[in-house]
């Protein structure tokens, strides 16, 4: 990257700090000292860790260089791209900003995503304060996209028409003829503007642009052209070699045609083209690009690639002396750096990035350690990146970046597969190794031919199978159907490929947790469902709702995935309960059923403002008439438009008079009309302390209908009074592609849920050890088995006791198994064990329960501590009192 400066002072110096990166003060000792880091490092081999390859003809190969700076150790890592020149399978091309366009920067992933690139690395410097082009020369698909600058030292890399690679210095010669005979000198193809450094034949710290004629294709992808305010454009459109339009002293408002360009003229140049061109004049333009030094020749009209870069690095496999001064690209410092080259024998390229440090000096012996015959610098610091596919996969990803920022950048240099499909070589299996009975794993294949290139899915021959019968697949859907492991293997072409699976069963679990998104019960509302399973062996995981068998008792509903539909209530229900048993292991959650208030139904002219991130645009009105609204009601409309927003995108619904929250809610709901956006949905409220709480409604809204959503407020500590100050669309950063840019959400009837004021019934069972009677409240009861003392644990009989203190009994016969159910608690024994399950725990008892004359007995100390009884022992009567 390139940064601007004054153009004041020395020339020289003043172009070297305007056209590079980071421009940086070099103390005198490390300039000194850096024949001495370079001969300590040129003594230290260089180790490869790992390669791997990327395409046929093209392996990325990461290396460690563990040497002394400063007499401290350092250990630098290395990534690079070698590409064989002379497999007819693989190409080396450049890649231009975005769409193939200059001024339009991109990232280099998505630069080789764009093109479809195996891996690429970032290319030439650029002025970071103009529009966004290459500083040097550019030829992409044999296509001249811009030409070399008059500038000393600059080096270039090329393959010609053969694939011969090149790494030379370059420079331009054009001129436009007009149609009376006259020509006047072209100074360039697609350039910003810079300074002359001392050429010989231009004036030293000249501007470019003065008296300068220009020439701009479609490949420059904006309407101004470089225009810094030095010089007055007057511009001339040409298309198929006819003057087309003439804009003296302005712009003319389009980029040039695929089959024309545009001149920009300045100075003599604007003398030129008043003297000499008019509309409707057919005129030539005569270029050519050609070695610096006047004497190489080049067939350059055939190039097929090229990249301008910097300072020559490695000549004849010996550090080379530079070429520029590097002060501008911080030479003597230990940066990230990008670098090309390429073998003796001219068979290999190698494309470098080290985004640990190196200084030049030190990237000179590291290039010639891995076989770099001739080398030369490319844009470093922060543009530094790599990006790769990995086998099997269609993307490339970031493989080398400088403290991991993928900055925009002008170009690129790509490698390319030309092979043909080739058989499977080799698969991947993805999906999980841990699953539970009942539930349907999908399996998905990545895989790669003979070349090294990924395959099409649904071009993958897979037959599939199993060693254990925990399960069978469906294609690539594997159902567990019992606890146990098995290998699932998967066979495609010549390749097999095994994953070792575990089918999770009740007898393995030591705790299962049911959650839902909102603590309160409402019909029509909808909640998310999560199931967490720990088993003994101390592992914890999400367990899948469709895994659990579920029994809702106060209400009925649906459950779609993890997505539990509440449709109605039943009448007198104080609560809802959802009872989930997994392989003989049972929880339970409890949502109590509780008083709703409409805080807001937007019937009312409601004071609401759009407000949103930075680039975000859209609008905020209430609107009737909407699908699935009673007719005259109301709702408040979202609009948003992220395309132009940056970053995590937000579009706000603001309360400018704050909507003001009565009492001590536990939960609140908002009916929302979905625009399966996939966004997120979420909520601003502030308390009485001043604390900002974002809360989440939705962080996946797929559906278009109307939903009430809900959110639990108990778990937030708020401070009260609160108020609830936005409503609002969010799309994070992380995944922004994915989700939509442009949608509109609708939002009705926000409402707040209290508790019932209900009356708490409060028993007291008293009974004594080895007495068939027992009183509740006072009144007394007979019993046909007496309390007993077994084992010094006390017996009780357990279905008097349940349904005195006002719980429920459950008797599974074929089971032997006993179901207690009070308030939110539900425990399950079983007879002549001590194992039990209580509120989602696996625990062991001293005494199992036992079968005495007919009624099942229970030990009351873990009954009552799980229950949260309070027990009162009186030694004199060995009586017992729960309360």
Do not use: C
């Not at 450049?94 to 690139?117: H, L, Y």
């Not at 403002?609 to 009737?624: E, K, L, M, P």
């Not at 609830?724 to 669309?729: A, H, K």
């Not at 004021?757 to 009144?779: C, E, H, R, Y």
């Amino acid at each position: 990257m390139q940064q601007q400066k004054s153009r004041k002072g020395n020339a020289g110096k003043r172009l070297a700090a305007a056209l590079l990166a980071a421009a940086i003060a070099v103390p005198s000792w490390v300039a000194t000292q850096q024949p001495v880091y370079a001969a300590i490092a040129a003594d230290a081999p260089v180790a490869m860790t790992s390669q791997e390859p990327l395409t046929y003809g093209a392996v990325l190969k990461k290396y460690e260089w563990s040497f002394e700076r400063n007499k401290k150790p350092v250990t630098v890592k290395a990534n690079v791209v070698e590409v064989d020149l002379k497999n007819p399978y693989v190409k080396l091309d450049t890649i231009a900003g975005t769409g193939g366009q200059f001024t339009k920067k991109q990232s280099v992933r998505k630069m080789a995503n764009e093109t479809g690139a195996v891996a690429a690395i970032n290319g030439d410097f650029f002025n970071t304060q103009a529009e966004g082009v290459p500083m040097g020369p550019q030829v992409s698909g044999g296509k001249l996209l811009a030409t070399p600058p008059y500038l000393v030292g600059w080096y270039s890399f090329a393959l010609t028409k053969e694939n011969k690679p090149v790494i030379d210095m370059f420079t331009f010669e054009g001129k436009i003829v007009a149609k009376d005979g006259a020509s006047y000198p072209l100074g360039g193809i697609n350039k910003t503007y810079y300074w002359y450094e001392n050429d010989g034949v231009h004036a030293e710290g000249a501007h470019s642009m003065i008296d300068g004629l220009y020439m701009y294709t479609n490949t420059w992808g904006q309407i101004d052209r470089s225009n810094d305010g030095v010089t007055v454009p007057t511009e001339v459109l040409v298309q198929n070699g006819v003057v087309k339009e003439i804009k003296r002293a302005g712009i003319i408002q389009t980029v040039a045609p695929a089959d024309g360009y545009i001149l920009r003229a300045s100075g003599k140049a604007d003398e030129f083209v008043a003297q000499h061109l008019k509309v409707g004049d057919r005129i030539v333009a005569d270029y050519k690009v050609l070695a610096q030094n006047g004497i190489t020749q080049y067939d350059t009209a055939n190039f097929k690639t090229m990249i301008g870069g910097h300072t020559i690095l490695v000549d004849q496999g010996q550090p080379a002396a530079f070429s520029h001064e590097v002060g501008g690209v911080s030479g003597y410092s230990a940066v990230s750096r990008t670098a090309i080259g390429y073998s003796q024998d001219e068979q290999y390229a190698f494309l470098i990035t080290v985004d640990s440090g190196l200084t030049l000096p030190e990237l000179q012996q590291f290039m010639i350690k891995i076989g770099v015959y001739k080398g030369m610098n490319l844009d470093g610091g922060g543009s530094t990146q790599m990006a790769t596919r990995p086998l099997g996969e269609f993307q490339t990803v970031l493989t080398s970046a400088d403290i991991g920022y993928e900055r925009p950048v002008v170009n690129a240099v790509g490698v390319y597969s030309l092979s043909p499909k080739g058989q499977v070589r080799d698969v991947q299996i993805s999906g999980p190794t841990t699953l539970f009975i009942g539930q349907k794993a999908t399996y998905s294949l990545k895989a790669y031919d003979d070349f090294f290139n990924p395959v099409k899915a649904d071009e993958i021959p897979a037959v599939w199978s199993t060693s254990q019968s925990v399960g069978a697949f469906q294609g690539n859907v594997f159902t567990a159907s019992a606890a146990g492991k098995t290998t699932l293997t998967v066979t495609s072409g010549k390749a097999t490929k095994s994953v070792d699976v575990e089918v999770v069963g009740g007898k393995e679990l030591a705790s299962l947790k049911l959650n839902a998104s909102s603590t309160s019960l409402m019909a029509n509302s909808v909640y998310t469902l999560t199931a967490t399973a720990t088993s003994k062996s101390g592992a914890t995981g999400n367990l899948p709702v469709e895994a659990l068998q579920l029994e809702m008792i106060g209400f009925k509903g649906k459950v779609e995935g993890n997505r539990l539909t509440v449709e109605t209530i039943d009448k007198d229900a104080a609560e809802g309960r959802i009872i989930a048993r997994y392989d003989g292991f049972s929880t339970m959650l409890t949502l109590p059923v509780t008083d709703s208030k409409v805080a807001e139904s937007f019937d009312k002219s409601t004071p609401v403002s759009f407000t949103s991130t930075n680039g975000v645009t859209g609008a905020v009105y209430t609107v009737s008439g909407i699908d699935g609204m009673p007719v005259g009601n109301k709702a408040l409309m979202l609009q948003y438009d992220f395309t132009k927003g940056t970053g995590t995108t937000a579009a706000y619904a603001k309360f400018m008079d704050v909507l003001k929250v009565e009492g001590k809610p536990e939960s609140f709901s908002v009916k929302v009309k979905g625009d399966s956006s996939r966004n997120w949905i979420r909520a601003e409220f502030v308390d009485s302390a001043g604390k900002t709480q974002l809360i989440s409604l939705s962080e996946f809204a797929n559906w278009s209908d109307w939903k009430t959503l809900s959110a639990d407020l108990t778990k937030y500590n708020f401070a009260y009074p609160i108020t609830m100050t936005r409503l609002y669309v969010a799309n994070p950063e992380n995944g922004h592609d994915e989700r939509e840019l442009k949608g509109q959400i609708a939002f009705d009837d926000i409402a707040f849920q209290y508790k019932k004021s209900t009356p708490s019934a409060k028993n007291s069972v008293k009974l004594t050890i080895d007495q068939k009677s027992l009183t509740v409240n006072g009144s007394p009861l007979v019993l046909d088995q007496a309390p007993v003392i077994y084992k010094g644990n006390t017996l009780v009989p357990v279905r008097f006791v349940i349904e005195a203190m006002g719980g429920q009994l459950t008797w599974v016969d074929g089971e032997r198994k006993v179901i207690l159910i009070k308030d939110n608690h539900l425990i399950e024994l079983w007879l002549d064990k001590t194992g039990l399950i209580a509120d989602g725990e696996a625990i062991e008892a001293e005494v199992p329960p036992l079968l005495m004359t007919e009624r099942t007995m229970v030990p009351l100390r873990i009954i009552s501590e799980r229950m949260g009884w309070k027990v009162t022992w009186d030694e004199q009567t060995r009586s017992v009192t729960l309360e």
